[in-house]
């Protein structure tokens, strides 16, 4: 269930919202008390079931509402026959906390989508239901204006027979005065005489009824004076509320403005941090390579001890690679001259190789002639 809004008198609360109380219980009867029932009696009737959660406005602030059940209660609409009145009943285990009969100048207001109110100026309180649903808050709001326009004409059909039971025991009283002195005429005037006597009985009786509700009435009177007051009291308490409204809703635009300056410097006191934590790294950063630079420099200076042992070897390599120079010199010098011999001795076989080759030329024309000889000298030994 939705929580219900917070009383305000100037969100459609009804005009009863602020009673100053109900009249004096000495004052009216007691069969007009139906607040002193605290139950439904044999006669009446439920014609309307619904549950809820109910609530009581604060009799010391009259703003705040009290929570006047743990749970969603039963709420119902009882219907008395006898005195033709309604009446709103809710009961909490043993415990009686709704018991208000509807009047004609009873308001019930929708406050929110799931919650309603109502004034009741003889409990002098003002009672409140939350609903799980926005259609339960209907029909019950329907059900309260049924039962409210009931009540309404109830109380005409009363009051129109009380005027009409005022004006029969009027007449009959004159017409009980005329039987009196025309009683000593006849025994059939004993009758008359015991009806005279009812008429006056149920004469006094209306006149009785009569002044009850001329009490009740002015109750009402004063009530509704007593209402007006708080009606007027609320709608100053409204203005009052008004002008509070717009001096926190100013300060409140001044509270926004002063948290968004505050949140401009927590961006700029944010950037200033990332920025010492980005040159703290950086410092930490240069403190590691300080630290190898002088791991180096330390290794350089170890160094720079053996640097004259060093540069003698040097001297010696040194002397030894001139050595080696010079050999090499000599070396390539050898190398050429090699190549120059090479050079010839090829020049040389080149030579050699053509003069052998016109020497094959010369043998192989030589044998050539030696054969043919033998050929013919073969030849000549055959002949002979």
Sequence with gaps: MALPLPYSPGAGAPDGDRCPGRPPAAAIPRSLRPWERSTPGPVEQPIFTTRAHVFQIDPNTKKNWMPASKQAVTVSYFYDVTRNSYRIISVDGAKVIINSTITPNMTFTKTSQKFG????????????????????????????????EAAKIAK???????????????????????????????????????????????????????KKWEIELQTLR?????????????????????????????????????????????????????????????????????????????DLRKQSEIIPQLMSECEYVSEKLEAAERDNQNLEDKVRSLKTDIEESKYRQRHLKVELKSFLEVLDGKIDDLHDFRRGLSKLGTDN
Excluded: M, Y
Aim: charged share 35%; hydrophobic share 25%; proline share 1%.
């Design 222 to 298: 004063e009530s509704n004076a007593r209402l007006t007051t708080a009606l007027q009291e609320s709608a100053a308490s409204v203005e009052q509320w008004k002008r509070q409204f717009s001096i926190c809703r100013d300060e409140n635009d001044r509270l926004r403005n002063k948290i968004d300056e505050l949140e401009e410097q927590c961006s700029e006191i944010n950037r200033e941090k990332e920025k010492n934590t980005q040159l703290k790294r950086r410092i930490e950063e240069l403190e590691a390579e300080l630290r190898e630079k002088e791991t180096e420099l330390k």
């Design 117 to 148: 109110q109502w004034a009741d100026s003889r409990a002098n309180t003002v009672f409140g239901l939350g609903f799980s649903s926005e259609q339960q808050l209907t029909k019950f709001a329907e059900k309260f204006q049924e039962v409210k």
């Design 156 to 210: 005409d059909k009363t009051q129109e027979k009380i005027e009409t039971s005022s004006d029969h025991s009027q007449a009959s009283s004159v017409n009980g005065t005329d039987d009196e002195k025309a009683s000593h005429t006849g025994p059939a005037n004993t009758h008359l005489k015991s009806e005279n006597d009812k008429l006056k009985i149920a004469l006094t009786q209306s006149a009785a009824n009569v």
